[in-house]
């Protein structure tokens, strides 16, 4: 089940599935400590009326998922035609607090009668089983769910500010206890106000609702490190109230996005609510410390053995891009920051990292045919270099050159330009862009150099001619050498890579996309070249339809296949560089063509995927970040002169 909602603001950061529930809540950390993180785990809401009861997840409510313009903010109306009631939600993460709050509107469309509304609460707080407290607070009208130094406070009240009327606190999945939440299923909550082990909990709200009219109500939960701090937050609404602190959160958002809003203004009308929904959500995937989460989405833990809420340099890089020619300045400087603070000493970073800075799980190995090797993809460390002397173009600021240049730039640069095979003059082998292979690829040659140019011309502008020369004379060879040896002059095509490890170098033949899309981006290859538009005919031949404009990693991709025989699925990010292509070729027509059917397949929030299958509907992780940056960095391509008249 996808994400269509997310929240957040860089330290609380929530998840709604498609039925407007809770199915994500991470803090203190945007992707790392999921207090919901469990297959079936997700904060249930209920409404009672007419001595009928329905769960808004019970497969009889039908749902309408959307943002408001421009904020971070989401709405959500679910309809119950059976009962007559409808529930409508305006739903935020505080902007200056750590809370995640629900502006909630119950309407009826039937007789006068008597409506309850159930809140559901259930957490395994810090990321483990057991060990948990949830407790009523008479003193607060709160619920309390507490382990360590993470404390949840869950409260509720009416427009009029009178608090919830039932409350019960109680176990699930442990002594033959299915939860709490089944405790509101006739009405009435048994009024139970302690338990510790594996814990949730219910609130009521009850309401007598004239004829075809409705009635407010608000619900929050604060986040803190401790009872003191949670308690001053769940205070601090109360007295001001969840409108006060959604008035602020939006006029915080609308602050933020004024740069992507204001950009919208070249584009066509039908991209424009999408470029800026994309630009909030690359921005809630950032934690404060300046991590860039691949995707907070958990389904896949109900499958697979991890999920994608890591920091992979390169995945940010791809989200940081678009940002830096929008002109945002904070994000890309946490994100620097956040890489020097990891970069090994041998001048590299590793696979992935978690939002605080530790090392993240990999599959990649320190031991490859019997030698000791540094279990890394190099194209993650060039790309940070890179995006550096991208961003140092816009903001030409010396002092912080002088800053990062020998804490970043010259350790990342030295390790590039020591990572040459001296057989071919190209990068030494490292594990490819897709985390699958491990050898010499035309994507990750095409980054290097790109790169080590960068990396030269910021050494120019510092006066440290001799690192200069030398990264620049080695990006060259690095050229040169690709010329000779990365174009499969028999199949039309960029050799996906090699491997000269052995007595004979073993060439990989694979179309892959990346090989394509790395030897122009990069400048490894003149766009224009007979190459190029030799291998894009066959890229376009080998592994794309001309009935759909859908394109996969590379022939043969396995990776969430529905079954061997079935066609390999295509990816966002594949497509929009196939558009990106074509605008830099100077065929929009066909461009817009792909972009349209990327924004048509997303869901009806905008939210893209990793990946879509044969039949149109996504799969993999949504929303995924990478894809939402390739789709900025394509609509900002349809005029990439436009930025230069933009005045805020």
Not at 230 to 255: A, D, M, P
Not at 317 to 337: M, N
Not at 462 to 476: C, F, H, K, P
Request: aromatic letters at 12%.
């Amino acid at each position: 089940m996808a994400r269509p909602i997310l929240l957040s603001n860089d330290e609380l950061h929530v998840g709604l599935n498609k039925y407007g529930l809770v199915h994500d809540f991470y803090y203190p950390y945007v992707g790392q400590e999921n207090h919901t993180a469990a297959k079936q785990l997700r904060h249930r809401i209920g409404v009672w009326v007419d001595d009928s009861f329905s769960w808004l997840d019970d497969g009889n409510w039908r749902f309408k998922l959307q943002y408001h313009h421009d904020v971070l903010v989401s709405h959500i109306l679910a309809t119950h035609t059976g009962i007559g009631i409808a529930l409508e939600f305006d739903d935020f993460v505080d902007s200056s607090s750590n809370a995640f709050m629900r502006n909630i509107h119950i309407i009826n469309h039937g007789p006068q009668r008597q409506v309850r509304l159930f809140m559901h609460q259930v957490f395994i707080l810090g990321d483990s089983y057991g060990s948990d407290t949830a407790q009523y607070i008479p003193d607060e009208s709160a619920i309390m769910h507490y382990k360590g130094h993470r404390v949840m406070i869950a409260s509720a009240s009416h427009a009029d500010s009178t608090p919830f009327d039932q409350w019960s606190v109680g176990l699930f999945g442990i002594e033959g206890r299915e939860g709490t939440y089944r405790d509101a299923e006739d009405g009435e909550l048994s009024g139970n106000s302690n338990e510790h082990g594996r814990v949730d909990s219910v609130i009521r709200l009850s309401f007598d609702i004239q004829e075809h009219s409705s009635a407010r109500a608000q619900y929050w939960i604060a986040a803190g490190k401790s009872m003191r701090e949670t308690l001053t937050i769940h205070r601090r609404i109360q007295s001001e109230g969840v409108l006060h602190r959604l008035l602020q959160t939006t006029h915080y958002w609308r602050h933020w996005s004024e740069r992507a809003t204001t950009f919208t203004l070249h584009l066509p009308a039908q991209y424009r609510r999408v470029f800026t929904s994309s630009a909030l959500l690359l921005k809630a995937q950032q934690d404060k410390h300046g991590a860039i989460i691949a995707s907070t989405d958990t389904t896949m833990l109900n499958y697979s053995r991890d999920s994608y809420a890591y920091f992979w340099p390169r995945d940010g890089s791809y989200v940081i891009w678009p940002l830096i020619r929008l002109g945002y300045q904070d994000e890309p400087l946490k994100f620097f920051s956040f890489c020097r603070r990891v970069l090994h000493e041998g001048g590299y970073l590793l696979h992935k990292y978690q939002p605080d800075g530790a090392v993240g799980s990999s599959w990649h190995s320190y031991l490859h045919n019997g030698h000791s090797i540094a279990p890394i993809q190099e194209d993650e460390t060039a790309m940070v270099l890179f995006l550096f002397g991208q961003y140092y173009q816009l903001h030409p600021d010396k002092q912080l050159l002088r800053e990062y240049y020998p804490t970043l730039i010259a350790p990342m640069a030295n390790f590039l330009a020591g990572f040459i095979d001296e057989t071919t003059g190209l990068p030494l082998a490292s594990y490819d862009l897709w985390e699958e292979k491990y050898l010499t690829t035309t994507y990750t040659t095409a980054v290097v150099y790109a790169a080590l140019i960068e990396a030269a011309v910021m050494a120019d502008v510092l006066g440290e001619s001799e690192a200069a020369v030398r990264w620049r004379n080695i990006a060259e060879d690095i050229k040169r050498s690709a010329k000779k040896l990365l174009f499969n002059v028999s199949r039309g095509f960029f050799y996906k890579g090699l491997d000269a490890s052995g007595d004979e170098t073993v060439y990989d033949e694979t179309v892959d996309t990346s090989s394509f899309f790395g030897a122009f981006m990069y400048g490894l290859f003149d766009v224009e070249s007979p190459q190029m538009k030799r291998a894009y005919k066959v890229m376009l031949e080998t592994i794309s339809t001309p009935e759909s404009p859908m394109l996969p990693r590379y022939e043969h991709d396995a990776y969430l296949r529905e079954n061997d025989m079935a066609p390999s699925n295509a990816w966002f990010i594949t497509m929009l560089w196939h558009a990106q292509y074509l605008l830099e070729t100077g065929e929009p027509a066909i461009a817009h063509e792909i972009i349209d059917w990327v924004i048509a397949h997303a869901l009806e929030t905008g939210v893209l995927s990793e990946q879509i299958r044969p039949d149109g509907s996504q799969t993999s992780v949504a929303p995924l970040a990478w894809s939402h940056a390739e789709l900025l960095s394509t609509l900002l391509d349809l005029d990439a002169h436009s930025l230069k008249d933009i005045r805020l």
